[in-house]
């Protein structure tokens, strides 16, 4: 299974703006689905984006215009997460993760606070 490292969380006062990173340790380009998650405290985990390796993306409908997703599947084999607009809402421990046929990798998670 490939692992996967998460990066770029911190504290952001609403407004801002954010990038996720998300490493993995071997090559993403055969993976076919590459996506970020997230859980608040006391809720469950739920899905904020999406990428194929045919770069067709996929968002909730409440996230659509204020995160974007994208990959590089070169020699960085990275996933980013643009988040913007940030809510207070947005907080929580976000999640890369790969997922194809055989495999179902999850990173460590990065917390993202939005506060004043």
């Known amino acids: 299974q490939v692992q996967l490292v998460e990066s770029g969380g911190g504290l952001v006062q609403p407004g801002g703006s954010l990038r996720l990173s998300c490493a993995a340790s071997?090559?993403?380009?055969?993976?076919?689905?590459m996506g970020w998650y997230r859980q608040a405290p006391g809720q469950g985990r739920e899905l904020v984006a999406q990428i194929t390796n045919g770069v067709v993306t996929n968002y909730p409908n409440a996230l659509k215009g204020r995160f974007t997703i994208s990959r590089d599947n070169t020699k960085r084999n990275t996933v980013y997460l643009q988040m913007n607009s940030l809510k207070p809402e947005d907080t929580a421990v976000y999640y890369c993760?790969?997922?194809?046929?055989?495999?179902?990798?999850w990173g460590r998670g990065a917390q993202v606070t939005v506060s004043s």
């Open positions: 993760n790969a997922r194809d046929y055989g495999i179902n990798s």
């Open positions: 071997a090559s993403i380009s055969t993976i076919y689905t």
